[in-house]
């Protein structure tokens, strides 16, 4: 069975930092982009970052880009998001999730759908 | 960055009734629309992929339609179990990946 664990959420001030855990159970880790998507308060639904199997390709939304990092450590099954210069703004339950995979005639590519998720993992930013 | 708007922002309804939620995007997506049911305390759910595929484990009374800029979920006989939040997501132009702002289903 598929399983994503996340971690180290809490409550931080503004200009704080926070380090987020996704630990990965159930399937191939190293074979997987791994994503990182936040529920906003009152705003929905917002994607954060993604890294891909190999750490070379890497995105982050334009809210996060300079204050956010994201890596991985295949062997730990293990994906990180370093959160620098957390704002108000920043709350939110965070998840991580991988996407489809589709392997027609054996070659196989990650779509981005999310079709497996953790729980999530709270973060508070105030004062 | 591609904008989906979803409407209704929320809904009444009673187990049994059919509901059509709506998907608009500010410019054409092909079929690249994904909708995920969010529930307090659980892990989101995939529903439907590429407009209309339905997800693995997904009941039949959930489908999904449309193209381009304008998609719809349909659940056709609403169980108890299905009052949540509903996302669509687009995947055809990205980064950033973007979601809908959701519509909210309530008894």
């Known amino acids: 069975e598929v399983q994503l664990v996340e971690s180290g959420g809490g409550l931080a001030q503004p200009g704080w930092s926070l380090r987020l855990s996704c630990v990965a159970s159930?399937?191939?880790?190293?074979?997987?982009?791994i994503h990182w998507v936040r529920q906003v308060p009152g705003k929905g639904l917002e994607w954060v970052s993604v890294i891909s199997w190999n750490s070379v390709s890497i995105y982050y939304a334009d809210s996060v880009e300079g204050r956010f990092t994201i890596y991985r450590d295949n062997d730990q099954y293990s994906m990180y998001l370093q959160m620098n210069s957390l704002r108000t703004e920043d709350t939110g339950l965070y998840y991580c999730?991988?996407?489809?995979?589709?392997?027609?005639?054996?070659?196989?590519?990650?779509?981005?759908?999310?079709?497996?998720w953790g729980r999530g993992t709270l973060v508070t930013v105030s004062s | 960055e591609i904008v989906l708007t979803q409407s209704p922002d929320s809904l009444s309804l009673s187990p049994g009734e059919g509901v059509i939620l709506s998907c608009r995007a500010s410019q054409s997506v092909g079929t690249s629309v994904a909708w995920y049911q969010l529930k307090r305390g659980q892990a989101p759910r995939l529903l439907i992929y590429d407009a209309s595929t339905r997800a693995t484990g997904i009941p039949a009374r959930f489908s999904g339609s449309g193209s381009g800029t304008d998609f719809t979920l349909t659940i056709s006989s609403l169980e108890p179990e299905d009052f949540a939040v509903y996302y669509c997501q687009q995947c055809e132009d990205w980064p950033p990946l973007t979601f809908g702002g959701g519509t909210h289903m309530e008894i």
């Open positions: 999730a991988t996407t489809l995979r589709r392997c027609p005639r054996g070659r196989c590519y990650q779509t981005n759908y999310f079709v497996n």
């Open positions: 159930g399937f191939k880790f190293e074979d997987y982009d």
